[in-house]
């Protein structure tokens, strides 16, 4: 990834960093689930598998490129030029995805579904994905019953994951590093699906996407893959004053929407469930790669496996109440990583994210630092307004982060705010020297 030389710039990266279907995933409708052998496939095998082309389905016969206990990898033998990947990137892919992104999002997010009971994860790579100018993505009309889901005619009936090959991506997408982040994206949204409406048996539940979005990102960053990850957060934290609580989790909000509000409420929505994984106490990993839950990973299993959805199943999951949910959110947004080092001006659970670290087996960043330096681009906070320029709107939900500089030797500084008692707004005044 380059240097952003512009905001239109910027913006024009992210797009092609979050290029996923446009739709919700209950309503990417393409295909029935079908009646398969459970036997797990050879390599050589060959099968046919129905995708979503554009606004149409095609039919396309693919060849099994890896075999292991986790995962099959396919490749498209049908589209033309045909779709190619290098035996070196494929053992990077296939290795670290058995190795690493399932182990760990499984312990993270739950165990994702069996339903053609072969035990394993099926991955397709096929330049039809990219038709519509998807990287990858995955349907829940593979994981349900025909007539379960609205829209749903026909599906492939396995855990499947759509991934455009490197041979029809672009620098630096094309890498097994950033390929492997696209793939734990994904993989998160088939383990959500399953584990929140499946199970539940609430298949046909809207909800808003920026929670299963915010959750894969989260996906990114907890399974130690993240980089483009941190192109969403920057977006979100340029563009604070678009960013409400309501604006996650409000059901009323069912569709995508254009961006780039789309890579602004990604980013909200990882910031605030990486919030709430890091005040429950979030997670170690050791030298050895292996993980202790420190809090963070019960609760987000709580919040994953509650039949309530959204706001109700976050307020529910972190025993809070809105209002604390709302004064703690913004009020470490405005405190984390303000302090030499990237340290917090508060230690408190409650008003910070816990400290970031490098991935023991990715190098990568773990965590979540406002002021991250990162492919020679440097995060510099959430936005801010001068007091004096303040324009007086505050979304519901929202904040607005507001600095008054002090002139130095002043013993006694004033301001004043006129709010209306109704709309119960909260002011709170932070000291960074």
Same mark, same amino acid.
């Given at each position: 990834?380059?240097?952003?030389?512009?905001?239109?710039?910027?913006?024009?990266?992210?797009?092609?960093?979050?290029?996923?279907?446009?739709?919700?995933?209950?309503?990417?409708?393409?295909?029935?689930?079908?009646?398969?052998?459970?036997?797990?496939?050879?390599?050589?095998?060959?099968?046919?598998?129905?995708?979503?082309?554009?606004?149409?389905?095609?039919?396309?016969?693919?060849?099994?490129?890896?075999?292991?206990?986790?995962?099959?990898?396919?490749?498209?033998?049908?589209?033309?030029?045909?779709?190619?990947?290098?035996?070196?990137?494929?053992?990077?892919?296939?290795?670290?995805?058995?190795? /690493?992104?399932?182990?760990?999002?499984?312990?993270?997010?739950?165990?994702?579904?069996?339903?053609?009971?072969?035990?394993?994860?099926?991955?397709?790579?096929?330049?039809?994905?990219?038709?519509?100018?998807?990287?990858?993505?995955?349907?829940?009309?593979?994981?349900?019953?025909?007539?379960?889901?609205?829209?749903?005619?026909?599906?492939?009936?396995?855990?499947?994951?759509?991934?455009?090959?490197?041979?029809?991506?672009?620098?630096?997408?094309?890498?097994?590093?950033?390929?492997?982040?696209?793939?734990?994206?994904?993989?998160?949204?088939?383990?959500?699906?399953?584990?929140?409406? /499946?199970?539940?048996?609430?298949?046909?539940?809207?909800?808003?996407?920026?929670?299963?979005?915010?959750?894969?990102?989260?996906?990114?960053?907890?399974?130690?893959?993240?980089?483009?990850?941190?192109?969403?957060?920057?977006?979100?934290?340029?563009?604070?004053?678009?960013?409400?609580?309501?604006?996650?989790?409000?059901?009323?909000?069912?569709?995508?929407?254009?961006?780039?509000?789309?890579?602004?409420?990604?980013?909200?929505?990882?910031?605030?469930?990486?919030?709430?994984?890091?005040?429950?106490?979030?997670?170690?990993?050791?030298?050895?790669?292996?993980?202790?839950?420190?809090?963070?990973?019960?609760?987000?299993?709580?919040?994953?496996?509650?039949?309530?959805?959204?706001?109700?199943?976050?307020?529910?999951?972190?025993?809070?109440?809105?209002?604390?949910?709302?004064?703690?959110?913004?009020?470490?947004?405005?405190?984390?990583?303000?302090?030499?080092?990237?340290?917090? /001006?508060?230690?408190?659970?409650?008003?910070?994210?816990?400290?970031?670290?490098?991935?023991?087996?990715?190098?990568?960043?773990?965590?979540?630092?406002?002021?991250?330096?990162?492919?020679?681009?440097?995060?510099?906070?959430?936005?801010?307004?001068?007091?004096?320029?303040?324009?007086?709107?505050?979304?519901?939900?929202?904040?607005?982060?507001?600095?008054?500089?002090?002139?130095?030797?002043?013993?006694?500084?004033?301001?004043?705010?006129?709010?209306?008692?109704?709309?119960?707004?909260?002011?709170?005044?932070?000291?960074?020297?």
């Amino acid at each position: 990834s380059q240097p952003q030389a512009s905001s239109s710039r910027f913006f024009s990266e992210l797009s092609t960093l979050l290029r996923t279907a446009r739709q919700p995933l209950w309503k990417s409708a393409y295909s029935r689930r079908g009646s398969f052998d459970s036997t797990p496939p050879k390599v050589g095998d060959t099968r046919q598998f129905k995708l979503r082309a554009g606004q149409s389905e095609v039919t396309i016969s693919a060849e099994a490129l890896r075999v292991d206990n986790i995962a099959v990898f396919w490749i498209d033998t049908t589209t033309t030029p045909l779709a190619s990947v290098d035996a070196a990137t494929l053992k990077e892919l296939g290795d670290n995805f058995s190795q /690493v992104v399932v182990p760990r999002e499984r312990a993270f997010f739950g165990k994702e579904s069996d339903v053609d009971k072969d035990g394993l994860i099926h991955v397709l790579l096929s330049p039809r994905v990219n038709d519509d100018g998807a990287v990858a993505y995955v349907s829940p009309c593979d994981l349900v019953d025909a007539g379960k889901l609205a829209g749903c005619v026909t599906g492939n009936g396995m855990e499947l994951i759509y991934l455009t090959p490197p041979s029809d991506l672009k620098p630096p997408y094309n890498t097994p590093k950033a390929m492997l982040e696209t793939i734990a994206h994904e993989f998160q949204h088939n383990i959500y699906f399953y584990r929140k409406f /499946v199970l539940n048996q609430a298949e046909g539940t809207r909800e808003n996407p920026y929670v299963t979005e915010g959750l894969s990102h989260l996906a990114q960053d907890l399974t130690g893959y993240q980089a483009g990850n941190l192109y969403v957060q920057m977006a979100t934290l340029q563009s604070i004053d678009m960013v409400a609580i309501p604006n996650v989790f409000d059901p009323k909000i069912s569709s995508y929407i254009p961006q780039p509000g789309d890579g602004i409420m990604r980013g909200a929505g990882y910031f605030v469930l990486r919030y709430l994984y890091d005040r429950a106490g979030g997670d170690l990993i050791d030298n050895q790669g292996t993980i202790q839950d420190k809090g963070g990973i019960a609760w987000l299993h709580s919040f994953i496996d509650n039949p309530k959805t959204g706001l109700p199943s976050a307020l529910d999951s972190a025993k809070l109440s809105y209002e604390d949910l709302v004064d703690g959110f913004w009020t470490t947004m405005a405190l984390s990583n303000r302090v030499a080092g990237g340290k917090p /001006v508060s230690d408190d659970p409650r008003y910070s994210f816990l400290p970031t670290t490098s991935d023991n087996l990715t190098g990568r960043q773990r965590g979540c630092d406002l002021f991250a330096s990162f492919h020679a681009s440097q995060m510099v906070g959430p936005k801010t307004q001068e007091l004096k320029d303040a324009d007086g709107k505050l979304r519901p939900g929202g904040a607005e982060l507001l600095v008054a500089k002090v002139p130095s030797g002043n013993e006694r500084f004033e301001v004043s705010f006129q709010v209306d008692p109704a709309l119960k707004a909260k002011l709170r005044i932070i000291r960074v020297r």
